[in-house]
């Protein structure tokens, strides 16, 4: 991706780039990809050498890759059911 901030300068570029690769649809990927080719042909050309499976968040899996998830939500939510951990998930919700 080095090559391509050498070869096509302006924030035009980069701002489609960053939105091609942030792009959570296929179709939004495409239309951006579209868009960088109507500016210049080869710039698509030349990002579509790397694999859209390796930056572009439309194609990353969702699949969780370990056992644990450790984040705010989780820890907020842990704390939030401290008291009534050693009950059922109903009588969870029901006492809070």
């Not at 990002?47 to 439309?58: D, E, F, G, H, M």
Request: charged share 30%; with cysteine; proline share 2%.
């Amino acid at each position: 991706m080095s090559d391509m901030q050498k070869k096509w300068r302006g924030g035009q570029y980069k701002k489609l780039l960053w939105w091609a690769a942030w792009s959570t649809y296929e179709e939004d990927f495409k239309d951006h990809l579209k868009e960088i080719g109507r500016m210049n042909v080869d710039a698509a050309i030349s990002l579509l050498k790397y694999p859209p499976q390796t930056w572009c968040r439309a194609y990353f899996t969702t699949n969780c890759k370990n056992d644990t998830v450790d984040n705010n939500f989780s820890e907020s939510f842990n704390s939030w059911i401290r008291e009534a951990r050693h009950k059922a998930i109903i009588d969870i919700l029901e006492e809070n």
